[in-house]
């Protein structure tokens, strides 16, 4: 079945420590994005991602970092500097014929201890 | 700068009730809208879309019409059911290159039996 996996579910930080979130799809899509979502505050974009090689930054990228080696696989570095990481993480892809539409995976929830 | 607005909740409704979730839009050009829907713990599922202005989006008993006259992109259900309980979020993407997703807030609907 195609579609698109988050990993983990559940993560949890230290203080000054990074983390990296997984997000893969078999899709074939190009486009990538990784969106943050706090209550009451909807989604918000952190980075994203049209083609291999290329991203760019999101409305709240600081503090976060990503790569984009192969087309399937889009992971979130969440760094010791973002100071306020508690927050349900959201990936999503587009595809190339599609452009306008998101598809989104099952998130993963991260939190400090 | 491109927003979008929705009713704010919860919306507690009982089984059989119409429902309707206000969603209004501003942007430049002609964006595309959207409705997402997102269960307790889950990542957002597209539930309809329409693309230019006057198109209707259905699926599952739930349809949106894109207005442009009045700005707007307002879900309706004519008969809601207790599994309809989620997060409805209104969306829109202008369909620039390197563009992602506005969202609204968000509306919890909640439905009893």
């Known amino acids: 079945d195609g579609g698109i996996t988050q990993s983990p579910k559940y993560l949890f930080r230290k203080e000054g420590q990074n983390v990296t979130l997984s997000c893969e799809q078999n899709?074939?899509?190009?486009?990538m994005y990784w969106y943050r979502q706090d209550p009451g505050q909807g989604l918000r974009l952190i980075y994203y991602s049209q083609i291999v090689n290329d991203f760019q930054k999101g409305d709240i990228a600081e503090g976060y970092s990503v790569s984009r080696e192969k087309k399937e696989s889009f992971p979130l570095t969440v760094t010791s500097a973002q100071k306020n990481p508690t927050a349900f993480y959201l990936c999503a892809s587009s595809p190339r014929t599609e452009v306008e539409t998101q598809y989104f995976g099952p998130g993963t929830r991260l939190l400090v201890l | 700068g491109d927003s979008v607005t929705q009713m704010e909740g919860p919306v507690t409704l009982s089984e059989e009730a119409f429902l309707t979730i206000n969603c209004t839009y501003t942007?430049?050009?002609?964006?595309?809208l959207f409705w997402y829907v997102q269960y307790p713990g889950e990542g957002l599922q597209l539930l309809l879309k329409?693309?230019?202005?006057?198109d209707k989006g259905s699926n599952k008993g739930f349809e949106a019409t894109y207005r442009k006259e009045t700005t707007s992109f307002h879900l309706e259900k004519g008969s809601v059911q207790v599994s309809d309980s989620a997060v409805y979020f209104c969306a829109l993407n202008t369909n620039q290159a390197g563009t992602a997703l506005i969202f609204g807030k968000g509306t919890t609907l909640s439905v009893s039996s």
């Open positions: 942007a430049t050009g002609y964006p595309s």
């Open positions: 329409a693309t230019k202005a006057d």
């Open positions: 899709l074939n899509h190009d486009a």
